[in-house]
């Protein structure tokens, strides 16, 4: 019986520290075969630094990344044999055709002449680009140089793709292919993006990777990042009744059902609130029918599901936190 193959991507104990400050700071992740990952931080966290450590673009300081079971550190040309990069700032020659440039850089990779015309035909097709394949690419929009870029990067059909920042400056629809061409790796390649565009990450992505400061503060499905960091649901509701037992009412249905916001009454009576519970499962009709038995008048009734956006504030504001204790305790 074989031995399965390694992960796609080994991180353990990455550090990388420029002239005594420390970009990167002990960080350890794997990321499986066929998966496509989100890579979230704020400005500064360390994200671009780790994917050029990922790319042999940069050495680290200390700890090791594998590629595909091959070491970075060691094997640094093997290593890019098994990646397509796609930096944020895409180095594209202005002066060549699309076709012209695919083909130079599938000869750089090593790709057979027999083969690249197909691919390249292939891959302009999955990008949209074959409209332009003859046109400079100094004479290109932002979307097309980015899928131009993309193009590049899944040319040789190298099984980890590293894309940093690969919608940014691209308007709704522009965005909405790239994700769509992203998504269509899904299980053939590995895919590890980072991108300020987080409803496109959780769109897109099987699982989330947030840093901050240069350590990871939260991994796993957008789902159970909200569960895990969050810990609620959450639902608003309009009525007007009895205000005053309304909390013992919450409680008597469900235990961590409580108030968390609350506006003033309207002219006609009825107030909204804020609500939250530990519970996953819908509440909402067991709520509605309970508040309805007792008299309440219900206007409207709804839940609210937290975004990734809240998902990610909330994990660097934590690990901000937990950094800045220390310091004041010091003081």
């Known amino acids: 019986m074989s031995d399965p193959l390694p992960p796609a991507i080994e991180v353990s104990h990455l550090v990388k520290s420029y002239a005594g400050v420390t970009a990167v700071s ?48 060691t094997q640094p040309d093997e290593v890019k044999r098994r990646i397509g990069y796609m930096p944020e700032n895409n180095p594209l020659p202005e002066d060549m055709r699309v076709s012209e440039y695919l083909y130079f850089r599938g000869r750089l990779k090593e790709i057979p002449r027999r083969k690249l015309g197909p691919r390249i035909d292939e891959v302009l097709e999955l990008s949209d680009l074959k409209r332009v394949r003859h046109k400079i690419i100094g004479q290109l929009s932002k979307g097309y140089r980015q899928r131009v870029g993309i193009a590049e990067a899944i040319l040789a059909e190298p099984p980890v793709i590293i894309m940093d920042e690969p919608t940014i400056g691209l308007d709704p629809h522009q965005i909405r292919l790239v994700r ?32 901050n400061q240069g350590r990871v503060v939260a991994q796993g499905t957008p789902a159970d990042l909200r569960r895990e960091i969050l810990g609620h649901s959450l639902y608003q509701i309009q009525l007007a009744g009895d205000f005053d037992a309304l909390p013992a009412l919450l409680a008597a249905l469900e235990p961590t059902l409580r108030i968390t916001e609350e506006a003033e009454s309207g002219a006609d009576g009825f ?24 008299n309440y008048r219900v206007r409207s009734l709804t839940r609210t599901q937290p975004t990734l956006e809240d998902v990610f504030l909330a994990a660097t504001r934590r690990s901000w936190d937990t950094v800045a204790a220390p310091q004041r305790a010091a003081k």
Do not use: Q, W
């Not at 671009?48 to 700890?63: D, F, K, V």
């Not at 590995?190 to 947030?210: A, F, G, K, N, Q």
């Open 26 to 73: 002990d960080i350890s992740f794997t990321v499986a075969r066929g998966e496509i990952i989100g890579f979230l931080g704020p400005n500064g966290a360390g994200k671009s630094t780790t994917m050029r450590i990922l790319t042999g673009y940069l050495p680290a300081t200390s700890g090791s990344v594998n590629i595909c079971g091959v070491s970075v550190a």
């Open 180 to 211: 769509d061409l992203i998504a269509s790796l899904r299980g053939r390649m590995t895919v590890l993006i980072s991108s300020h565009i987080l409803p496109e990450i959780e769109m897109t992505c099987d699982r989330v990777l947030i840093i």
């Open 271 to 294: 107030r909204t609130f804020g609500l939250t519970t530990e519970r996953d499962d819908e509440l909402g009709e067991a709520l509605l029918g309970a508040l309805l038995a007792k």
